[in-house]
């Protein structure tokens, strides 16, 4: 995983000696957890919350995120960014360590003097011709049936686990199939944003991206939309948001499938073919000094059924909740 950050890195640091540059660096401890929905792994506790950007006059690092700014507008942006892809958990060593990276910067956060974006959705994930969205994508499980030349004209049926064995959990199940390696993979392409509403107005902020693996992991892609509404009364700042994202059938099949090399056997395989995960937040930063916040974050994600329908996933959504206090230095 440390490798896949390397480039990131050396960027990073090269941004560093530019001019015009604003830094945003938080440390929050506090008490939170991950759950997970995968077989065989168990729920982390967070103990810390790390945020750092650097916003530059053309270049930004926003945690996870790297970019240029290609295009701005008085309410809108439009940027070219490469990102660590989340869908197996993101910078998961920390994690196990409980360190959860994002997630607690308010509107406090951007430079004042950059072109800012208006809406930077977490922590935390330029398209191709025609492999952009695969090759007969479609919604819901496919199963894939392995090759056989020599077997009779009628196809073996293949079999699919049932529900009572999926329910069952990874007890029954680990007999057939543990849960596949899979390696991290870096995500590019483009993403626009844009402030709802007038100079007298606002109603909220959207966010849309595409974006393609650039690590050449899986070749998968992934289209983002969200939307976030800033409310502040006072000291407190509330962000309620939401948030689709749409996995093709490369990256999907990836993370969430397994064929006859991963169970150990030619009968059972399963791809969920391209999905649709939604998820839903809610932040809350209170200003107790100009540079010390409480802050309590909580995010759902609802997991598509052709993915819950794995046998590798014992849960059909993923839940993160932290609050601590925030220092800003």
Same mark, same amino acid.
């Given at each position: 995983?440390?490798?896949?950050?390397? !480039? +990131?890195? &050396?960027?990073? &640091?090269?941004?560093? $000696?530019?001019?015009?540059?604003?830094?945003?660096?938080?440390?929050? !401890?506090? &008490?939170?957890?991950?759950?997970?929905?995968?077989?065989?792994?168990?729920?982390?506790?967070?103990?810390? /919350?790390?945020?750092?950007?650097?916003?530059?006059?053309?270049?930004? +690092?926003?945690?996870?995120?790297?970019?240029?700014?290609?295009?701005?507008?008085?309410?809108?942006?439009? /940027?070219?960014l490469a990102e660590l892809n989340d869908e197996r958990g993101v910078l998961s060593d920390l994690a196990d360590m409980g360190i959860s990276i994002g997630g607690l910067a308010?509107?406090?956060?951007?430079?004042?003097?950059? !072109?800012?974006?208006?809406?930077?959705?977490?922590?935390?994930d330029p398209i191709e011709s025609d492999q952009v969205f695969g090759d007969g994508d479609s919604f819901g499980p496919q199963l894939v049936p392995d090759p056989q030349p020599?077997?009779?004209?009628?196809? *073996?049926?293949?079999?699919? *686990?049932?529900?009572?064995?999926?329910?069952?959990?990874?007890?029954?199940?680990?007999?057939?199939?543990? @849960?596949?390696?899979?390696?991290?993979?870096?995500?590019g392409g483009t993403e626009f944003l844009y402030e709802l509403g007038s100079d007298s107005s606002y109603w909220g902020d959207v966010y849309v991206a595409a974006l393609t693996?650039?690590?050449?992991?899986?070749?998968?892609?992934?289209?983002?939309?969200?939307?976030?509404? /800033?409310?502040?009364?006072?000291?407190?700042?509330?962000?309620?948001?939401?948030?689709? /994202?749409?996995?093709?059938?490369? @990256?999907?099949?990836? $993370?969430?499938?397994?064929?006859?090399?991963?169970?150990?056997?030619?009968?059972?395989? $399963?791809? *969920?073919?391209?999905?649709?995960?939604?998820? $839903?937040?809610?932040?809350?930063?209170?200003?107790?000094?100009?540079?010390?916040?409480?802050?309590?974050?909580?995010?759902?994600?609802?997991?598509?059924?052709?993915?819950?329908?794995? !046998?590798?996933?014992?849960?059909?959504?993923?839940?993160? +909740?932290?609050?601590?206090?925030?220092?800003? +230095?």
């Amino acid at each position: 995983m440390f490798a896949v950050l390397r !480039p +990131f890195t &050396l960027l990073f &640091l090269l941004l560093s $000696y530019s001019a015009q540059a604003e830094w945003y660096v938080a440390v929050a !401890p506090g &008490l939170g957890q991950r759950t997970q929905a995968l077989v065989g792994q168990d729920d982390q506790p967070l103990y810390l /919350n790390v945020d750092f950007a650097w916003y530059g006059k053309r270049f930004f +690092f926003d945690n996870t995120d790297v970019g240029v700014f290609v295009l701005d507008g008085e309410r809108w942006s439009w /940027n070219v960014l490469a990102e660590l892809n989340d869908e197996r958990g993101v910078l998961s060593d920390l994690a196990d360590m409980g360190i959860s990276i994002g997630g607690l910067a308010g509107v406090e956060s951007y430079a004042a003097d950059a !072109p800012e974006p208006v809406f930077s959705p977490a922590p935390a994930d330029p398209i191709e011709s025609d492999q952009v969205f695969g090759d007969g994508d479609s919604f819901g499980p496919q199963l894939v049936p392995d090759p056989q030349p020599d077997a009779p004209s009628e196809e *073996p049926e293949l079999k699919q *686990p049932t529900t009572d064995e999926r329910l069952a959990g990874p007890q029954q199940l680990s007999m057939e199939i543990s @849960l596949p390696d899979r390696d991290q993979s870096v995500l590019g392409g483009t993403e626009f944003l844009y402030e709802l509403g007038s100079d007298s107005s606002y109603w909220g902020d959207v966010y849309v991206a595409a974006l393609t693996d650039i690590s050449d992991k899986h070749r998968g892609n992934k289209i983002k939309l969200a939307y976030a509404y /800033n409310l502040i009364l006072g000291r407190w700042h509330v962000q309620p948001g939401f948030e689709l /994202n749409w996995l093709d059938a490369r @990256l999907a099949n990836y $993370y969430f499938g397994f064929d006859a090399a991963d169970s150990g056997s030619d009968d059972l395989q $399963y791809q *969920p073919g391209a999905s649709l995960n939604s998820e $839903y937040s809610i932040l809350i930063n209170y200003a107790l000094s100009p540079r010390l916040f409480w802050g309590t974050s909580y995010r759902y994600k609802r997991l598509d059924a052709s993915i819950v329908d794995s !046998p590798i996933v014992e849960d059909d959504a993923i839940s993160t +909740f932290f609050t601590g206090l925030k220092y800003k +230095f």
